[in-house]
């Protein structure tokens, strides 16, 4: 009798013990791979599409079983050292490639260019548009557009001649910019069979959130009449639920946001290449939560970021409340008043 007390009494604090905690995760960037982890690689200077997305050229422990006779590419090379950091980890780790991308330009970063940032913060990103053009989710400029094709070219070649692993999910920000810049990147690649383009759309993936207007998406249906091939995540409501026009987005909430969507996407996603399209806020905020240094990318630029993934259970708070106010974000310019050519409204 006593024993199965005992052993009711370990089952419910079990019980207890699991409905106070989450399974969530711990994420280290793992350096020494790509220049982008380098301290002296100068963000506004490099280019992606030059440098073999920044891979390092350098030997691997697995060089000599995998390829003794030296004749594979250095992309194949690092996805075996992939396989072997995963297939060596304990149970609880894993090790994830990111791509994340960024979308090219759109008429919101050429009216903060063109206005300064102070006035842009101030005045413009709080309007609609200047009377001439509208950057309500901003959509990409002719330069943007090209941006982007120049990275379909690029992984057009990148997967043929180097053998780069293709991603093998595609998460998008529902922002018409980020939407647009996958659809043209990924589009009519020439892709493996198991990885074929089939984005989803990921609420939480978009730019810090509130108070300017090309940050606020559009509707639900709108998005699917202009991206059809899109799929969005569960739940994805008709209008923006998370957009306000009075209150911006700290960059702790929205860390804590984007920790929430990674947690989300390792959770369920056990694939090891995962393609990530957003903007430059964000790419910024998901550097802090990997823990990688700071690099901002330019408008259209990619970057891939290898990440030890440790999960975890993580005890839930009695309480909890989210902070308010903060600093504001001059996150969108990308050029210089001189560089800026901005249709004048009123």
């Known amino acids: 009798m006593a024993s199965r007390i005992t052993t009711l009494l370990l089952a419910l604090a079990m019980t207890a013990y699991a409905a106070s905690t989450v ?75 990111l791509y994340l991308g960024r979308h090219g330009e759109g008429w919101h970063n050429v009216a903060e260019a063109y206005y300064g940032s102070k006035a842009w913060d101030e005045k413009w990103s709080l309007l609609p548009g200047n ?29 043929s001649e180097q053998h780069i692993p293709a991603p093998e999910s595609y998460y998008v920000s529902p922002l018409y ?19 074929p383009f089939q984005p989803i759309i ?11 207007t090309c940050d606020e998406r559009s509707s639900k249906t709108f998005i699917q009449d202009e991206f059809p091939k899109f799929t969005f995540e569960s739940g994805f409501s008709e209008g923006d639920p998370l957009w306000k026009p009075d209150e911006r987005e700290t960059d702790e909430q929205q860390d804590a946001r984007l920790k929430k969507l990674l947690d989300d996407v390792i959770g369920h996603d056990e694939r090891t290449y995962i393609s990530m399209t957003s903007h430059s806020g964000t790419t910024n905020s998901i550097m802090r939560v990997i823990g990688h240094r700071p690099f901002s990318l330019v408008p ?47």
């Open 23 to 97: 399974r969530t995760f711990n994420y280290t960037t793992v350096t020494g791979y790509f220049l982008q982890d380098e301290p002296d690689t100068d963000p506004r200077k490099f280019e992606y599409n030059t440098t073999n997305l920044g891979l390092i050229n350098r030997p691997y422990d697995s060089d000599d079983k995998y390829d003794p006779d030296h004749k594979k590419t250095q992309w194949e090379r690092f996805d075996d050292e992939v396989r072997r950091l995963n297939k060596e980890s304990s149970k609880d780790v894993q090790y994830r490639l």
């Open 300 to 346: 259209g630029a990619l970057m891939p970021v290898l990440v030890k993934v440790e999960a975890v259970n993580e005890e839930l708070p009695s309480t909890g409340a989210r902070p308010s106010g903060g600093p504001r974000d001059y996150g969108h310019q990308d050029m210089n008043r001189e560089q800026a050519t901005m249709p004048i409204g009123s």
């Open 202 to 212: 990921k609420e939480l993936l978009r730019e810090k959130i509130g108070e300017h």
């Open 131 to 159: 009377g001439t053009v509208n950057w309500t989710d901003a959509q990409l400029t002719p330069l943007g557009n090209e941006q982007a094709k120049v990275a379909h070219e690029f992984w057009k070649a990148g997967i």
């Open 177 to 195: 910019r980020c939407l647009a810049t996958a659809d043209i990147t990924f589009s009519n690649l020439e892709l493996p069979a198991d990885r």
